[in-house]
C-alpha cells in the first residue's frame, strides 16, 4: 500500500512544486528514504498513525529539502534530506494532536525535576530524587515516563519545545534548529555525559534503528523498562539543553 501511496502522491502531484520533471525525479529517486523514514517512525506510534500519511508528509519534506539544499555547507543532500522529511513526518504527528497536553506536561514537569535535582548535587539525578521532587512515588514516576514514551516526537528537535500545543512547520522548524551548529555540540556534549545505560539504549534505538524488545534482550530488561530509560534520557537530555533553549 505504501508504494501504491507513493506512485499516487508522484501521479497527482500534489503541490505546484511536483508539477516540474526535477521534482517528480526527486521523488522518485529517494522514494526509499521517505519510506525507511516512514516505518521507523510508525512503529513507534499509535495506531492512529497511518503510514500513508506520513509518506505524503515526507515526501513534502523531500522536496523542500531539494528547494533549500546547499552543497557548499559540506552535509551530503541525503543527510540534510533526512533531516527535512522526518521534521515534515513530526510535523504531520503534531497536526494529529494524538498526545494529551497533560502527557507534555508531566514530561516538562519531569525535565524540571531533573534539572533543579542535577543542580543541586552536581550529579546524575536518580529515579527516586526525581520523583521526590515531583511528590509522586516511584511507581507512578515510572508511569509519567512510559506515558512520556507514547508523545514522545522521536527526534532531538523535541527537546526544544516549551509551548502547551508545538509549532507547525514553519522556517523555524525541527530542521532549521537542527542545523544549527551550536545545538548539534550541545546535543553531542550532552549525550557525553548521560548516564552510560541511557546512552547506550539512546544510540541503539536512534542509530542502530533497534525496536525496544531487541535494545531489552541487550541489556536484560523488560521492553516497559527499555521505554522507561528511553524517556528519560530524552527529558535528562531536554533538562541539560534548558540553557541552550532559554539562549536561544
Known amino acids: 500500500m505504501a508504494d501504491q501511496g507513493i506512485a499516487a502522491y508522484v501521479a497527482n502531484g500534489a503541490g505546484a512544486a511536483q508539477t516540474t520533471a526535477n521534482s517528480a525525479a526527486v521523488l522518485e529517486e529517494h522514494a526509499s528514504l521517505v519510506r525507511r523514514i516512514a516505518h521507523h517512525l510508525v512503529a513507534r506510534l499509535p495506531s492512529s498513525v497511518q503510514v ?8 513534502i519534506g523531500l522536496l523542500e529539502a531539494r528547494a533549500k ?40 514537569k ?72 551550536e545545538f548539534r555540540r550541545g546535543i553531542v556534549e550532552a549525550i557525553k555525559e548521560l548516564p552510560e545505560r541511557e546512552a547506550l539504549v539512546l544510540n541503539l534505538y536512534y542509530d ?8 531489552g534482550a541487550i541489556i ?7 521505554s522507561q530509560i528511553l524517556s528519560q534520557s530524552m527529558l535528562r ?7 541552550w533553549v532559554d539562549e536561544a
Open 52 to 59: 500513508e500519511d506520513l509518506i505524503q508528509a515526507g515526501m
Open 69 to 108: 539544499y546547499d552543497g557548499a555547507k559540506g552535509a551530503s543532500f541525503e543527510t540534510y534530506a533526512g533531516i527535512r522529511i522526518r521534521g515534515a513526518m513530526l510535523d504531520e504527528i503534531r497536526r494529529g494532536d494524538w498526545a494529551p497536553r497533560s502527557v507534555h506536561r508531566n514530561a516538562r
Open 110 to 181: 519531569v525535565a524540571q525535576a531533573i534539572r533543579s535535582v542535577e543542580a543541586k548535587t552536581g550529579r546524575e539525578a536518580q529515579d527516586a530524587e526525581v520523583a521526590s521532587t515531583l511528590g509522586v512515588g516511584l511507581d507512578e514516576y515510572h508511569r509519567i515516563l512510559r506515558d512520556a514514551s507514547g508523545c514522545r516526537l522521536f527526534s532531538y528537535d523535541e527537546l526544544t519545545e516549551t509551548d502547551e500545543t508545538p509549532e507547525l512547520h514553519n522556517e523555524a522548524s525541527a530542521a532549521d534548529r537542527f542545523e544549527s551548529d
Open 208 to 215: 542502530e534503528e533497534l525496536n525496544l524488545k531487541e535494545i
Open 220 to 226: 536484560g530488561v523488560s521492553e516497559s523498562r527499555v
Open 237 to 243: 537530555l531536554r533538562a541539560r539543553l534548558q540553557d
